[in-house]
């Protein structure tokens, strides 16, 4: 028994300075995690995976990124869009996927409940929808305006139709769409650039026409659809789901434990589980990834078209096709709001890969850089031939702002992954940097 008794306070005093090293405080007085602020850093989500975290990447002191512990598959194919987001509820207070597959708190079309209104749409991929979570959640841009006489009384309604991996011309058709059965806007803002070259590198490299949507995204879905996953994605997927049912009673068990060594235990249990669920995550990305280029056209098996690129465009041309798609995409939302009274607002979003004069603490490139990354290569080319277009998308009247170079000053860390996304300061930097460039283009056009 005394033994028992100094094996246990042994045990205990070992996990209570292990504790106390990965979290900087002590067991029985941390803070415990609550599904609110567990929520905070969700949806960072890398664009080349097709089952993303839900969960904090800091829940409880465990890293946990890029672990989704409800469905696997969260997107939907769509007739017109590509795919949407399965529609749904969301964790964050006030929101939820809507019918139309995007993060709202509202349902498509919006109608305008009195006409001092006014409609925000904002277009792009994961960067985006990001944003468009932040301002409504900030009102960054809305307190700006309302500094301007013809937006103090107004009401400021901001709309998604953003979703992780878009790129043009889903934007433009999008716009179209809503256009056409009635969404009505009196501001668009369309955030871009970092899907459109790294996911046209990825549809060049399994042979699909670079404009049509992301093979990284689709692929996995038209698999499905054709019932034409390998057997390795098959086993893959059983592994994961064992995987997150694991993880979800480990979890339960974790939040329960009254003493240090059961939270160790257990988090080395739940930690183990988290690195099975990985290895099994990259081993069904390659075979999608083997299976994207059997995608491309129609074959025998499959009920989803793709217009094939064949042969694979060399790099140069690549990038010129694609920035060229790229600014018409852009040239021809504008000509459309305008068209509708609708201001358009076009910004280059920042990325990690793109060289500026922005300097990474250790602790940060560990976080935001990845050698074996398939996005650095296509940042690095493609960024450069999108910084060409800038000068002529200016002078077919396009509102641009260049953002590469608006996380430069930040001293704190910005990036959450080695992919795209920020932390909330850098959220915020987007954010002002949005605002405050509207705000100085609609000042200096009444002044004119």
């Keep these: 028994m005394i033994n028992i008794i100094f094996l246990f306070v042994f045990l205990e005093l070992g996990s209570l300075g292990w504790y106390f090293f990965k979290n900087k405080q002590f067991f029985y007085t941390r803070e415990k995690v609550t599904e609110n602020n567990q929520g905070e850093e969700l949806e960072n989500q890398e664009e ?6 839900n969960v904090n990447k800091n829940a409880m002191g465990i890293n946990l990124a890029g672990i989704r512990l409800e469905d696997s598959v969260i997107e939907r194919l769509h007739p017109y869009f590509g795919y949407v ?32 209104q006014y409609i925000i ?37 901001i709309l998604s139709f953003a979703t992780g991996g878009y790129k043009q011309p889903q934007q433009l058709i999008l716009l179209n769409y809503f256009l056409s059965i009635g969404q009505q806007f009196d501001m668009i803002i369309n955030i871009d650039g970092f899907n459109e070259v790294t996911l046209a590198q990825a549809n060049n490299e399994n042979a699909v026409d670079i404009m049509m949507p992301s093979t990284n995204h689709v ?16 086993q893959a997927m059983l592994k994961i789901n064992d995987s997150k049912n694991k993880l979800k009673d480990a979890l339960e068990t974790l939040d329960k434990c009254q003493v240090a060594y059961c939270y160790a235990l257990t988090s080395i249990y739940v930690q183990n589980l988290a ?20 995608a491309a ?42 068209n509708n009274n609708i201001l358009y607002f076009h910004v280059l979003q920042p990325n990690q890969y793109y060289p500026t004069n922005r300097v990474y603490s250790e602790t940060e490139q560990k976080i935001a ?39 430069d000053d930040a001293k704190e860390i910005v990036y959450i992954d080695s992919c795209c996304h920020y932390a909330e300061v850098g959220e915020n930097i987007l954010s002002e940097f949005v605002a405050n460039s509207i705000f100085t283009t609609l000042t200096v056009e009444v002044r004119e």
């Design 369 to 407: 850089f990845d050698s074996d990354s398939p996005f650095r290569k296509a940042t690095e080319l493609g960024y450069p031939v999108l910084l060409s277009k800038i000068d002529n998308l200016k002078q077919n009247g396009v509102n641009f702002f260049n953002g590469v170079k608006i996380l």
């Design 275 to 294: 690195t099975t669920y990985r290895k099994n995550v990259k081993i069904f990305d390659k075979e999608r990834k083997k299976a994207a280029q059997e």
């Design 85 to 116: 987001q399965k529609p749904g509820p969301d964790f964050r207070e006030g929101f939820k996927y809507n019918g139309a597959g995007f993060i709202s708190p509202y349902d498509y079309p919006y109608q305008k409940q009195n006409n001092n």
């Design 219 to 234: 692929v996995p879905l038209t698999n499905i659809a054709n019932n034409s996953l390998s057997t390795k994605s098959i």
């Design 297 to 338: 056209g129609e074959t025998e098996a499959s009920i989803v078209y793709f217009y094939a690129q064949n042969p694979e465009l060399e790099e140069s041309e690549l990038y010129q096709t694609m920035a060229g798609h790229w600014q018409k995409a852009s040239i021809m939302m504008k000509q459309i709001a305008a």
């Design 48 to 53: 080349n995976e097709n089952i993303n975290a």
């Design 121 to 157: 749409g904002v277009f792009g991929g994961s960067v985006a929808s990001n944003y468009s979570i932040y301002e409504i959640q900030n009102q960054i841009l809305e307190k700006k305006l309302k500094q301007l006489p013809e937006f103090k009384d107004k009401e400021f309604i």
